[in-house]
């Protein structure tokens, strides 16, 4: 059993993976400031300890709860020091967002690994790399003490692709050694199998449904009885910013990164919707453009096309979280602000 330490544990993004994982592992504690994010995280995990402020989190504490693995996604914060006790876990698990990889921050972290006799991993990775349709690209390294193994040969690279290919026959039983992917030489670890077989079954269903890209269409990803007047964009928003817009709709096989600020920012905060497909985008947005000085028209137009913003239970899904976070009742009714450190969810 894995005895995980979860820092800045937002709304549990990490412990989700983890269950995710199918590997046995025990939460020991939890650091988080955000109450909002708390009380996510209390309601998804309620046998869980309630988060605590990271502060507070002393040297004796870390010896004492002596994990077998660190899981963060930390902001801009110095954080090494929970490596520098006297017996540091046998595992790290880091995500950032991308850029992280240049950053002075990663830098003295290395440093610290080195130091420490760690090997480790750093990847840059995005979900649509996974046949989800959202771009999110963000920076992970997975660390472990030197004397364990990775079931992949590590790098001083930071990879873009996983060092393993994810082509293991759908129900295929796992197997007791390692042993080569049935369409490549690489060998796949058995502790790997469970994961990759999920998967594959993902990838499968994705290509079957649309073999081009590789990506399902967004609409397995939206609610179809949405309550469309609690998700419309504000006449405001449609005013000032229709041009700032990232509009998708339940055909489009792709979504923009959501962060903290969707629905009260519109800029690079993440896609809306056009509700109504019939109505034509194009045509519409020329229109808008030529009209100066009749605000309602504007309005008028634009208001055909039926933009909203992606729900919180929606987001979530296109986060991976399992059925039980994303059909949460208590969220419904309000646009995605289930964010919370700027960057939604490790
Ligand atoms: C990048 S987010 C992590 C998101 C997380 N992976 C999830 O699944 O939601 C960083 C988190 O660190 C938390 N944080 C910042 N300062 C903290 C502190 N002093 N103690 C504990 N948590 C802190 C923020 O509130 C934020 O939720």
Same mark, same amino acid.
């Given at each position: 059993m894995l005895r995980i330490l979860e820092l800045y544990s937002g709304i549990g993004g990490m412990q989700t993976a983890a269950q995710e994982s199918g590997l046995p592992f025990k939460v020991e504690a939890s650091y988080e400031i955000n109450p909002v994010a708390i009380e996510v995280y209390c309601r998804s995990f309620p046998g869980a300890g309630k988060p605590r402020n990271i502060? $507070? *989190?002393?040297v004796e504490d870390l010896t004492g709860l002596n994990p077998d693995i660190i899981m963060m996604s930390p902001p801009c914060q110095p954080f090494t020091r929970f490596l520098s006790v006297p017996q540091p876990p046998r595992m790290i698990l880091l995500e950032n967002v991308a850029g992280y990889e240049t950053s002075q921050t990663r830098e003295k972290l290395v440093d610290m690994l080195l130091h420490r006799g760690y090997t480790w991993q750093e990847f840059l990775l995005s979900p649509t790399q996974f046949g989800i349709p959202n771009s999110r690209l963000r920076y992970y390294l997975l660390a472990k003490l030197s004397t364990e193994s990775f079931p992949f040969t590590t790098s001083q690279m930071v990879l873009?692709? *996983?060092?393993? %290919? *994810? %082509?293991?026959?759908? $129900?295929?039983p796992a197997q007791p050694h390692s042993k080569p992917c049935c369409q490549c030489s690489k060998p796949i670890k058995p502790s790997l199998q469970l994961l990759l077989q999920k998967f594959h079954s993902h990838y499968e269903e994705c290509s079957t449904r649309?073999?081009?890209?590789g990506l399902p269409s967004l609409s397995r990803y939206?609610?179809?009885?949405?309550? *469309?007047n609690n998700f419309l964009l504000p006449e405001k928003v449609l005013k000032k910013y229709n041009m700032l817009l990232d509009i998708v709709n339940c055909h489009s096989q792709r979504s923009c990164c959501f962060t903290? $600020?969707?629905?009260?920012?519109?800029? $690079?905060?993440g896609s809306v919707i056009q509700?109504?497909?019939?109505?034509?985008m194009t045509e519409i947005y020329s229109k808008v453009q030529m009209i100066n000085d009749n605000e309602p028209l504007k309005i008028e137009l634009l208001g055909q096309l039926e933009l909203r913003y992606f729900s919180p239970e929606e987001v979530a899904r296109l986060m991976c979280f399992p059925p039980c976070v994303t059909r949460s009742n208590d969220v419904r009714g309000e646009p995605a602000a289930i964010t919370n450190g700027g960057c939604l969810v490790g």
């Amino acid at each position: 059993m894995l005895r995980i330490l979860e820092l800045y544990s937002g709304i549990g993004g990490m412990q989700t993976a983890a269950q995710e994982s199918g590997l046995p592992f025990k939460v020991e504690a939890s650091y988080e400031i955000n109450p909002v994010a708390i009380e996510v995280y209390c309601r998804s995990f309620p046998g869980a300890g309630k988060p605590r402020n990271i502060l $507070g *989190l002393t040297v004796e504490d870390l010896t004492g709860l002596n994990p077998d693995i660190i899981m963060m996604s930390p902001p801009c914060q110095p954080f090494t020091r929970f490596l520098s006790v006297p017996q540091p876990p046998r595992m790290i698990l880091l995500e950032n967002v991308a850029g992280y990889e240049t950053s002075q921050t990663r830098e003295k972290l290395v440093d610290m690994l080195l130091h420490r006799g760690y090997t480790w991993q750093e990847f840059l990775l995005s979900p649509t790399q996974f046949g989800i349709p959202n771009s999110r690209l963000r920076y992970y390294l997975l660390a472990k003490l030197s004397t364990e193994s990775f079931p992949f040969t590590t790098s001083q690279m930071v990879l873009t692709e *996983l060092p393993f %290919c *994810l %082509c293991v026959p759908r $129900g295929a039983p796992a197997q007791p050694h390692s042993k080569p992917c049935c369409q490549c030489s690489k060998p796949i670890k058995p502790s790997l199998q469970l994961l990759l077989q999920k998967f594959h079954s993902h990838y499968e269903e994705c290509s079957t449904r649309n073999p081009s890209s590789g990506l399902p269409s967004l609409s397995r990803y939206l609610d179809a009885d949405i309550d *469309l007047n609690n998700f419309l964009l504000p006449e405001k928003v449609l005013k000032k910013y229709n041009m700032l817009l990232d509009i998708v709709n339940c055909h489009s096989q792709r979504s923009c990164c959501f962060t903290k $600020g969707y629905a009260h920012y519109v800029e $690079g905060t993440g896609s809306v919707i056009q509700h109504n497909t019939q109505a034509d985008m194009t045509e519409i947005y020329s229109k808008v453009q030529m009209i100066n000085d009749n605000e309602p028209l504007k309005i008028e137009l634009l208001g055909q096309l039926e933009l909203r913003y992606f729900s919180p239970e929606e987001v979530a899904r296109l986060m991976c979280f399992p059925p039980c976070v994303t059909r949460s009742n208590d969220v419904r009714g309000e646009p995605a602000a289930i964010t919370n450190g700027g960057c939604l969810v490790g």
